[in-house]
């Protein structure tokens, strides 16, 4: 029969609803919430419940407040808002891998939470699958606050986002093997698992942004095909906005340039430096010429549907043929400047000059 005793004569216990977490009625409130036994060793009760109290403090809308702590029959309880939600652990193993744009809007929200905490003062400790909540809503709640943190650090609290990510889209942890593939989020998590340290947290909030709303260029070229000259000259204008002369990006590829619904694309920061082979500019340099080569190439991928190589014809690019001749020059000198180049694919667009 299961348990029915109260936790401190206010909180019923009623079913399980997972590893360690009951569903609870408080009689006091009149609402169901969610308790949580805290397993600690007897001499480090009072430090934990001190801790979990300090979470309590926390208020933010994707991360579930802890309402009440208890010590009951000598171990400390967490009392919890219920959340109407499948973890993201549970959702994987019965689904299947997230499609990157809902793993992106799931980061997204654990980062929006993790931020707001570590700002606080409070760190998590324990991020990972079992402690993301997705709603009906189409929001990702983070659990588990309050319970004892261990004094990890908050760069801790970002490995573990990078590994829950890696269960997101690959539906296993991280373990010896990272992602495969040039997909940005991806790439984005093996900067983010890697041994030196989380990229700035500026560019790991702005990627998971645009990957959460935005198409990558490789994923829009693959479902559609080669694209116009027009919208090809559109989407370099955006490109070249992220780009600036003296400065080398290092990462100019159709990974990592995002298109929106209205067909504005913007260059992704990068988390950690790597351009593939058939986007490498041929001198191999970190220069701002290279930048500009790659983006050639981009361009080259946009409107042919493949990579350039030596003797591939120009067929199809129309008046885009001649800028993507300069931006591919074996010679840096021979490519074209930033302001030259606005033009002439503002020219190609369409747009006023």
Known sequence: MAETRKLNGRYRLLNSLGTSVRLAFDEAEHRDVAVREVWVLPELRDAAVSEAR???????????????????????????????????EQTV???????????????????????????????HG????????????????????????????PSADLWSLAATLHFAVEGRPPGQVAPAGPGPLKSLIRAMLHPSGTPPLNVVRETLHRLAVDRPLDALLAASGPLPPARVAAIGLGVLDGLAPGW????VQPGNVVVDADGRARLL??????????????????????????LGATLF???QGRPPAPGTPL??????????????????????VIDDLRRELL???GRPV
């Open 315 to 336: 067929g199809g690019a129309g008046p885009l043929g001649p800028v993507l001749l300069r931006l591919l020059s074996r010679d840096p000198s021979q490519r074209p």
């Open 93 to 123: 193993r019965g689904a299947g891998p997230l499609p990157t744009a809902q793993a992106a809007r799931m980061g997204v929200c654990v980062l929006s939470a993790l931020t707001a905490a570590h700002e606080a003062g409070i760190v």
């Open 301 to 303: 991928t946009a409107v």
């Open 248 to 251: 080398f990006h290092g990462g």
């Open 126 to 153: 324990r991020v990972d699958p079992g402690k993301v909540l997705l709603t009906t809503t189409g929001r990702a709640l983070l659990t588990g606050y309050g319970a004892p943190s261990l004094s990890v650090l």
């Open 54 to 88: 300090r979470a309590m403090a926390l208020r933010h809308p994707l991360a579930v407040p802890v309402l009440d702590v208890l010590v009951d029959g000598g171990r400390p309880w967490l009392v919890m808002e219920f959340v109407a939600g499948v973890s993201l």
């Open 269 to 294: 920061p990068l988390a950690r430096m790597g351009t593939l082979l058939a986007y490498t500019a041929p001198e191999a340099a970190p220069t701002h010429a290279a930048d500009l080569w790659s």
């Open 347 to 349: 020219a190609v667009a």
